[in-house]
């Protein structure tokens, strides 16, 4: 069955450090793949979105690339700070426009 | 524009009642997306409209479940009888989505309506 994980556990970081949020698929071939950001207590919100046939894509600190041989997608946010702290979700893309959304990481980023 | 309205925002209630959530999409979308989330399971989709047609509703866990899109500016999710186990958070969200253009399909989510059932 397809299966989507993200890293399981919450991740701490320091300030300023780079946070880096793994999403990996079985059983799948999504043309697209997107990610979101999620407060206590809201909605997830849309960051980026990334074809299966680029590699890498960027927004001002935040990076994330695609390997479609791996399964994989990294999600990173550089410079982090503070108010990066929430759950990111990472969602496949399927036909019809359907999403099929991983468990999500909680990031906390220390001051 | 005001986003995704949801409504109620809480909902507590016994179990066996009737539980109706409202939504209303953003002007414009053509697609609506029903979510529950929970600890346990996550965000999980339970039906999808587009153009107030229901697509897909294979994620809707039983009959007791049901959603109406009676127009593009408005959908219910109901839920008759209501159980515990039915307590989550259930999002509304809305896209501007056209099949077969590999549309960006970014999802707007309204702010949820966290549902108790005792």
């Known amino acids: 069955s397809q299966k989507i994980e993200q890293n399981s556990e919450a991740l701490n970081i320091q300030e300023g450090k780079t946070a880096t949020l793994t999403c990996n698929y079985t059983?799948?071939?999504?043309?697209?793949l997107q990610w979101y950001r999620q407060d206590p207590g809201r909605g997830p919100v849309f960051l980026l979105l990334?074809?299966?046939?680029?590699k890498e894509k960027r927004k001002e600190r935040l990076k994330v690339t695609f390997d479609t041989t791996l399964k994989q997608s990294l999600f990173h946010i550089t410079a982090s700070q503070p108010a990066d702290s929430a759950t990111y979700l990472c969602?496949?893309?399927?036909?019809?426009?359907?999403?099929?959304f991983g468990q999500g990481t909680e990031l906390s980023v220390k001051p | 524009d005001a986003g995704v309205i949801q409504s109620p925002r809480h909902e507590v209630t016994e179990m066996g009642q009737e539980v109706t959530l409202r939504c209303k999409p953003i002007?414009?979308?053509?697609?609506l997306f029903w979510y529950r989330q929970t600890m346990m399971r996550g965000l999980e989709l339970l039906i999808y409209?587009?153009?107030?047609?229901?697509?897909?509703d294979s994620g809707m866990p039983e009959d007791r479940f049901s959603a109406k899109m009676p127009n593009a500016s408005f959908s219910t999710l109901k839920i008759q009888p209501s159980e515990p186990r039915d307590s989550a958070v259930y999002f509304c969200?809305?896209?501007?989505?056209?099949?077969?253009?590999?549309?960006?399909?970014?999802?707007?989510f309204g702010p949820g309506t966290r549902l108790t059932v005792l």
């Open positions: 969200a809305s896209s501007s989505y056209t099949p077969g253009q590999g549309a960006n399909n970014e999802q707007f």
């Open positions: 059983n799948y071939s999504p043309a697209y």
């Open positions: 990334i074809r299966e046939n680029e």
């Open positions: 969602a496949l893309v399927s036909a019809g426009g359907k999403l099929i």
């Open positions: 002007s414009g979308h053509n697609s």
């Open positions: 409209f587009n153009n107030n047609v229901p697509i897909d």
